[in-house]
């Protein structure tokens, strides 16, 4: 008697799901939607987002570029010492992983080094700095964005 019933229960399982799938995708082919403006968001000319990655070069400007690929997202600056602190220096790397621009579509990686007896030596970064830097580049993808849609 257990198993009849487990089977019948089975049975409307799939029936109902069989039935909400088809529902679902019955719904998907209506004309009638809005279609989103994905040349706000996402531009696929390049391989990344072109937002952040004019924000990134922008942002990094005043640093040494090494290398540079807008198809893979790829930012690598050499190292960039400030005029005022000869005695330490920066390199950046950023990815930009996606063709949206969202704030989980880049990564910032930081290196410092700070000279010790005419030697370069490895320093820790502060995750503050890496922060601010993405929030820099977010923030001008955003403006460049909104420029764009408004023109």
């Avoid at 257990?2 to 088809?22: D, E, K, Q």
């Avoid at 942002?59 to 005029?83: E, H």
């Avoid at 502060?126 to 964005?145: C, F, N, P, S």
Wanted: charged letters at 20%; hydrophobic letters at 45%.
């Amino acid at each position: 008697m257990m198993t009849s019933g487990h089977s019948t229960f089975s049975r409307i399982g799939r029936v109902g799901l069989v039935a909400m799938a088809a529902l679902a995708l019955a719904s998907c082919g209506g004309k009638d939607r809005p279609k989103a403006d994905l040349a706000a968001s996402k531009i696929t000319t390049i391989g990344v987002n072109s937002y952040l990655w004019r924000a990134s070069l922008e942002a990094l400007s005043f640093m040494p570029m090494l290398q540079t690929d807008s198809n893979g997202g790829v930012i690598v600056t050499d190292w960039y010492a400030n005029p005022s602190n000869t005695g330490e220096r920066m390199k950046v790397t950023v990815t930009i992983l996606d063709q949206d621009l969202r704030a989980d579509a880049l990564r910032v990686a930081a290196s410092r080094q700070v000279s010790q007896n005419g030697v370069w030596v490895d320093a820790p970064v502060q995750a503050a700095t890496v922060q601010k830097l993405e929030d820099i580049i977010l923030t001008k993808a955003r403006d460049l964005r909104r420029s764009a849609v408004a023109d």
